[in-house]
């Protein structure tokens, strides 16, 4: 079986809502990326045969479309933007690695959120009152069990047994990873610098389990889970070019075959546990184990979310996110999925570091996952 193969991964950086990143609509975070992780392929810009990015708050209108025609992709290279929430990004690639398999032979995807210009939402007024503004459509239809995203995870990490202090404990690693891998450069290669902007906003080098101790329950009275613990709402575009076996040979540069996809429902009222049956039938897929993989790329939600699912993988957390997460760098929603990719590829590919398989897998509201296993070749 052939496999589709990633040969190129950049990311912008990653900017905390209404900061570093504010003014840059979805597209126009989006199409630097595009532009440049095609200029890093190799590939002529009318070798793409689509362009598949996630997104979930944009304004509509395909954002994938105007992102390719911002990047000065020529106006015959058609677009697709997806929706699978907090996935999207890593569906996005798996709908290229789907394409390249039925005979496309080059395509960009990856994902995109511009949380601090995506426009206000509102359902009609009824009977003459005031529209409603609401921050997200519901993830479930009436009559099933749709909470919020933190009070789901809080109460996950409940039921879990995650206690308070395995969260704050994980929530300060993942912050000094990330911190010590910026200061050695190793964001450096993936990064595409959008208005000067260069770094990502949130690693925080000075946070600390103590700091972490003194913040309050966010969700809930009695909560486990606090605005430290948890990830940031952040804005950020993150792109892979996803080519067929013969077209790598061609420009003759290494890559990351992608070996398996796997896609998992589970209870809505529980959407953080969706990575964990999808990373089941991922390894399953590629015919390899937990202890075979040799990066692990997850996105940290909240702390106690990925404590969980670790404890159901029987995964080491220590293992999961070496250079740190979303927790120290972000959630750009329709980007994460995609974050998680460019991550994969730089330590297997550009740094060789680490060994030869990666994992990436990422939950979804309304109870779904994807993950995704890759091997440097």
């Given at each position: ?75 015959h ?14 569906a ?11 005979g496309?032979?080059a ?13 206000w ?5 009824v ?11 519901p ?6 069990d ?19 202090e395995?969260?704050?404990e ?38 600390t389990?103590?700091?972490?101790a ?21 804005d ?60 692990i ?19 080491d ?43 990436a ?5 309304g ?11």
């Amino acid at each position: 079986m052939t496999h589709p193969v990633i040969i190129a991964a950049t990311r912008s950086p990653i900017g905390t809502a209404g900061r570093s990143l504010s003014s840059r609509s979805a597209d126009q975070l989006a199409g630097p990326v595009l532009a440049a992780t095609l200029e890093r392929s190799g590939l002529a810009a009318h070798e793409i045969s689509d362009v598949i990015l996630g997104n979930c708050m944009g304004p509509g209108g395909n954002v994938a479309r105007s992102a390719a025609l911002a990047a000065g992709l020529p106006v015959h290279v058609p677009a697709l933007t997806v929706d699978r929430q907090c996935a999207s990004g890593l569906a996005a690639i798996d709908i290229a690695a789907q394409l390249v398999r039925g005979g496309a032979h080059a395509v960009l995807a990856g994902g995109v959120e511009s949380v601090s210009t995506a426009p206000w939402r509102h359902w009609p007024p009824v009977d003459g009152a005031d529209p409603v503004r609401y921050e997200r459509a519901p993830f479930a239809p009436a009559g099933w069990d749709d909470p919020e995203m933190g009070l789901a995870n809080d109460l996950l990490a409940q039921e879990a047994g995650i206690i308070r202090e395995r969260q704050d404990e994980y929530a300060a690693r993942s912050h000094a990873r990330a911190v010590t891998a910026r200061e050695a450069g190793r964001f450096d290669d993936e990064i595409v610098a959008v208005d000067g902007v260069a770094r990502d906003d949130r690693p925080k080098p000075t946070l600390t389990v103590d700091k972490l101790a003194r913040l309050r329950p966010a969700f809930r009275t009695g909560g486990s889970v606090t605005a430290g613990n948890s990830c940031g709402i952040s804005d950020g575009a993150a792109v892979v070019a996803v080519v067929d076996e013969t077209t790598r040979a061609r420009l003759e540069v290494p890559g990351l075959r992608i070996l398996a996809t796997a896609t998992a429902g589970v209870e809505p009222n529980r959407p953080g546990r969706g990575l964990v049956p999808a990373t089941h039938v991922a390894l399953e897929q590629a015919g390899v184990g937990l202890d075979e993989i040799d990066v692990i790329e997850l996105n940290e939600a909240f702390a106690g979310q990925i404590l969980a699912c670790c404890d159901e993988l029987g995964l080491d957390a220590a293992r999961v996110c070496p250079d740190g997460g979303a927790l120290a760098l972000g959630h750009p929603w329709g980007a994460s999925g995609a974050v998680l990719a460019v991550r994969l590829f730089h330590q297997l590919v550009t740094q060789r570091a680490r060994g030869g398989i990666g994992l990436a897998a990422i939950a979804a509201g309304g109870g779904q996952g994807v993950a995704m296993v890759v091997q440097a070749c």
